[in-house]
């Protein structure tokens, strides 16, 4: 399918040419103009009187093949698309997740409590070291001067 589709974008592509070459060989409206300048007399010339009324069908049919293509050709990649994701499973790629311990909410917060206990003991454990180090001091600076 990915083949065919190629095949014909170039094809599309073709005939987007043919129809700009179609657009600008025709006759102008106002005697002149973009027509006239890239041939428009001369296709008259080497065609035949009718050449406006058949350049005219021409353009009108190719448009018409050309926006048919370009429609089919939206519809294959779209369905291009959605095989190509169906075939990989999903449009995500998938990551492994790390397997950790599952901790529950109480035992975070136990653990959390433990901690917020064990900083306590311990601030608690220097409080204690610095007001007997103050005492200690204190007793010793009243016991000196009465030496």
Request: proline fraction near 2%; avoid cysteine.
């Amino acid at each position: 399918m990915s083949i065919l589709a190629d095949i014909l974008t170039i094809i599309l592509a073709l005939l987007s040419i043919v129809l700009i070459l179609m657009v600008l060989a025709q006759k102008g409206s106002a005697n002149g103009g973009m027509g006239a300048a890239m041939g428009g007399g001369m296709a008259e010339a080497a065609l035949g009187a009718e050449t406006t009324s058949v350049l005219t069908k021409w353009t009108r049919n190719t448009a018409i093949v050309y926006f048919v293509m370009v429609f089919g050709l939206g519809l294959a990649y779209i369905h291009l698309n959605s095989a190509e994701q169906a075939a990989e499973g999903s449009a995500l790629p998938d990551f492994e997740t790390p397997v950790a311990e599952e901790v529950g909410l109480l035992e975070t917060l136990s653990n959390v409590e433990t901690a917020a206990d064990q900083a306590a003991d311990a601030l608690g454990e220097q409080t204690e070291a610095v007001a007997t180090e103050a005492e200690a001091a204190a007793t010793e600076a009243e016991e000196k001067p009465s030496e």
